[in-house]
C-alpha cells in the first residue's frame, strides 16, 4: 500500500486555520428544537410535553384581523373652536332681519352637532377637545359637512328668495350665506395618528398559553393550524431562552470539535483523491474560497429559515470547482460541504436532495454546458431534486402534498444555477485558473496560432492532430483530464513554427535541412523548439498548464537519432548531454501521456506493416524505454494506468491503419 504523504508547506494550513475559526464562529451557540413538523401532517415523535409556560402567539391572519379592527373602531381628533359661532352670527348681522333670523337658528343647530370640512368617515365616532381638554364626543353621522349644513341653510331660506325679486340683493345675500357657514371642528390628524398607533401597540399578540407540564401535541395527531401555532411558539420560545441550559464551555468543545471534524474531513478529501492540488496554491485557496461559500450559504440562510435553503443552487458549487479540478475531487469536496445541512431541521432531506442535484451535475454537465442546454440540465437537475423530496414526503407522510412554497423554491434553486455559472470566468480571472472552457476555446483549430501552425508547418500541424486524437483516448481510458490533454497535445510542437524545415515531417521532399550540419548543430537545432515553443506561447498568451506541455513532452530524453550517428562516427559517447532536451520531465497524467503519444504516433510512420504484432512491439519499445531513462520517475501516472495507455494506443493504430478491400479492376473485367 502506498504510504500517504502529508503537505510540509505551511501555507497549505494556515487557510485551513482561518477556515476553523470561520466555522467555529458560524455554527449555532445554542441547541434548536430539532423537532420537524408541517400543517396537515401527522406528528411523528413521541407525545410532547411543555417544560416551560409560554404564550401561544397569534397566525398572522389573526394579528392582520386585529388591526383591521382597531382601525375600523378608531377615533378621530377634532379641535373645538368656541369662537366660531360668535363670528358666523356677526357675518348673519349683516342680512336683512328676516333672513338674519332663521340664518342664525340654522346656525345654532349646525353648531349644535357640530361642523366640519375635513370629516374621517373611516371612523365611528369624533373626539372634540378645546386647547388639550376634551369637551364632547360625537357621532361621526350627525356632524355637518360642508354640503349638509349648505343644504340647511338653503331650504330654511328658500321661501324668503321666493318672495324677494331684486335680483342684486340675492346675490349679496347669498353671498353673506355662504361666509356665515364657518366650520368649528378642526382636523387635527398628528394626534389622530398617534392615538391610533397606541392602540394598534396595545394588541395583544398572543392567543393563550401552554402551561409547564400541559400536552401540546400526541404522537400521531394532525398538525392542525392551531396546533401549528402552539408548536411554532414552543419552538421559538425553546431556541430563543431555553435552547441549551448546560455549561457553555461545553458547547464551544462540541463546536470547535465539529468545526475541526468538518476542516479535517475536506484535508483528507483533497489528500486522498489529489495530493498535487496543496501545491498549487491558487486552485488550492479557490477550492477552499468555494468551500467557505458553501458554509456560508448553509448557516446564514438556513438558520433564520432553513426552508429557503431550497433555493440556494448549492448544485453551482459543484459546477464551480468541476471547471478546475478532476470529478473525483469534486464530488469528494462537494459531499463534504454539505454535511452541516445534518445539524438544521430536515437537514437529511435538505442534504440528499442537494447532494443527488450535484452529483447529477457533475456527471452530465459534459454533456449540457453549452447554451440553452444549461436550461435542460437545470430541468433535469430539478426533476431530481423533487423525486428525491417526494420520496422522503411520501416516507413521512403518505401522499399529502408538497405546500406549493416549497416547489416554487425548488424550481428557483435549480435553475438559478444557469443565471450563477458565468460567475466561473470572474472566478478563473480572479484566482489565476484555467477552466475547461478556456481549454476548449484554446482547442479550436480556428485559433490563431494553430492556424499559424497549419500554414507554416503543415506537417506538425498534422503530427499534432494525431497526437491529439490519441492522447484524447487514451486520457479517457485512464481517467485523465480530456480538455487539458487535447490543448497540450495540439501546441506541444508549437516551437516548430520558427524552423519547419528543420524537422523531416515538412520538408515534403526538399534537400535535406540538416545537410552540411554537424550532428551536435543539428541536435542544437531540433532541441531549439523548445525554447522557440516558449516564446511563441507567451507572444499569444497559452495558460501555463499549456506551457508545461511544450516544456516536458520530451522530458531529458535524447535526440537519438543525431547521437547514434555521432557516436557511430567515432564521437565521444560522454558527450550525451549535449543531445539531451533540458526537460523538465512529466509530471502530471496528461504530460506523461502526450510524451507517449508523441514519440509513439512519429515512430509509427516507419513501420512498413502493422500487424497486431509489430505495433505492440513498436508501443512496446517505446514505453519501455522511456520508463528506463526515467522519464517518468515524477509523474502522477500508475503502471497500471501506463498498460491501459499501450493498450488503448495499440488499438488506436490498428484503427487509423486498418485494412481496406481491394477493388478489382474494371477495365480487365470488361475485356
Request: glycine letters at 4%; charged letters at 20%.
Amino acid at each position: 500500500m502506498e504510504k500517504i504523504k502529508f503537505p510540509r508547506d505551511i501555507r497549505v494550513y494556515i487557510p485551513l486555520l482561518v477556515l476553523f475559526f470561520v466555522l467555529f464562529y458560524l455554527l449555532p451557540r445554542a441547541g434548536k428544537f430539532n423537532y420537524e413538523f408541517q400543517k396537515g401532517q401527522p406528528w411523528m415523535y413521541d407525545d410532547l410535553y411543555a417544560t416551560f409556560e409560554v404564550p401561544v402567539l397569534k397566525s398572522a391572519a389573526q394579528e392582520k384581523e386585529d388591526r383591521d379592527q382597531v382601525t375600523r373602531d378608531q377615533r378621530s381628533f377634532y379641535h373645538k373652536d368656541s369662537n366660531v359661532p360668535r363670528i358666523a352670527d356677526e357675518m348673519a348681522d349683516k342680512l336683512p332681519p328676516t333672513f338674519a333670523l332663521v340664518t342664525k337658528a340654522s346656525l345654532k343647530k349646525i353648531y349644535a352637532k357640530g361642523f366640519c370640512d375635513q370629516l374621517n368617515t373611516q371612523a365611528q365616532t369624533i373626539c372634540c377637545y378645546e386647547i388639550s381638554t376634551l369637551v364632547d364626543t360625537l357621532p361621526v353621522v350627525d356632524v355637518y359637512t360642508p354640503e349638509r349644513a349648505r343644504r340647511l341653510l338653503e331650504s330654511n331660506t328658500q321661501l324668503l328668495f321666493e318672495s324677494n325679486t331684486d335680483s342684486a340683493a340675492v346675490e349679496n345675500i347669498k353671498t353673506i350665506l355662504e361666509r356665515c357657514l364657518l366650520p368649528n371642528l378642526i382636523y387635527d390628524e398628528t394626534r389622530t395618528r398617534s392615538e391610533l398607533n397606541k392602540a394598534l401597540d396595545n394588541i395583544a399578540h398572543t392567543s393563550g398559553v401552554i402551561h409547564s407540564g400541559e400536552r401540546i401535541i400526541a404522537r400521531g395527531e394532525v398538525v392542525t393550524a392551531r396546533k401549528e401555532l402552539e408548536l411554532k411558539s414552543y419552538r421559538l420560545e425553546f431556541d430563543k431562552n431555553y435552547g441549551y441550559d448546560g455549561k457553555l464551555a461545553f458547547l464551544w468543545m462540541s463546536n470547535a470539535f465539529i468545526a475541526l471534524l468538518l476542516v479535517a474531513l475536506l484535508f483528507f478529501s483533497i489528500l486522498f483523491t489529489n495530493a498535487k492540488i496543496f501545491a498549487d496554491f491558487h486552485r488550492y485557496i479557490y477550492l477552499l474560497m468555494i468551500f467557505l461559500l458553501t458554509q456560508l450559504c448553509i448557516f446564514l440562510i438556513g438558520n433564520p429559515n432553513f426552508l429557503h435553503l431550497y433555493m440556494v443552487p448549492f448544485s453551482l458549487m459543484a459546477l464551480f470547482l468541476l471547471s478546475f479540478f478532476r470529478k473525483k475531487v469534486v464530488l469528494s469536496v462537494y459531499l463534504v460541504s454539505l454535511f452541516p445541512m445534518l445539524i438544521l431541521p430536515m437537514g437529511v432531506r435538505l442534504f440528499f436532495v442537494w447532494a443527488s442535484a450535484g452529483v447529477l451535475n457533475i456527471f452530465t454537465f459534459t454533456y449540457f454546458s453549452k447554451g440553452w442546454k444549461q436550461f435542460v440540465n437545470a430541468f433535469f437537475t430539478f426533476l431530481l431534486m423533487a423525486l428525491v423530496l417526494l420520496a422522503f414526503q411520501f416516507s413521512a407522510s403518505g401522499v399529502n402534498p408538497l405546500p406549493v412554497k416549497e416547489w416554487e423554491y425548488l424550481l428557483m434553486g435549480a435553475f438559478l444555477a444557469v443565471a450563477g455559472y458565468p460567475f466561473i470566468y470572474l472566478f478563473e480571472k480572479l484566482f489565476s485558473l484555467v477552466s475547461s472552457h478556456r481549454l476548449d476555446d484554446l482547442s479550436d483549430t480556428n485559433s490563431p496560432l494553430l492556424q499559424l501552425l497549419s500554414r507554416t508547418a503543415p506537417g506538425t500541424y498534422q503530427h499534432s492532430l494525431q497526437v491529439m486524437n490519441m492522447s484524447e483516448a487514451v486520457a479517457r481510458a485512464v481517467g485523465a483530464d480530456v480538455s487539458l490533454i487535447r490543448a497540450g497535445a495540439l501546441y506541444h510542437d508549437v516551437g516548430k513554427i520558427q524552423n519547419p524545415q528543420c524537422f523531416v515531417e515538412n520538408q515534403l521532399g526538399s534537400d535535406d535541412f540538416h545537410k552540411g550540419l554537424s550532428y551536435e548543430e543539428s541536435a542544437r537545432m531540433i532541441i531549439r523548439h523548445i525554447a522557440d515553443g516558449e516564446v511563441i506561447a507567451e507572444k499569444y498568451g497559452l495558460p501555463a498548464v499549456v506551457k508545461r506541455f511544450i516544456r516536458s513532452h520530451h522530458g531529458t530524453s535524447c535526440t537519438g537519432y543525431f547521437y547514434g550517428k555521432f557516436v557511430e562516427e567515432g564521437g565521444d559517447p560522454e558527450r550525451k548531454e549535449e543531445f539531451c532536451y533540458p526537460g523538465p520531465k512529466p509530471v502530471s497524467a496528461e504530460e506523461a501521456v502526450v510524451m507517449i503519444c508523441d514519440s509513439i504516433e512519429a515512430a509509427s510512420r516507419t513501420l512498413k506493416v502493422y500487424s497486431d504484432e509489430s505495433i505492440a512491439e513498436l508501443v512496446d519499445r517505446i514505453v519501455d524505454g522511456k520508463m528506463r531513462e526515467g522519464q517518468f520517475s515524477e509523474t502522477e501516472l500508475s503502471l497500471s494506468q501506463l498498460e491501459m495507455a499501450k493498450k488503448e494506443i495499440c488499438n488506436y493504430l490498428h484503427q487509423i491503419h486498418h485494412a481496406r478491400i481491394v477493388y478489382p479492376n474494371i477495365n480487365n473485367i470488361n475485356k
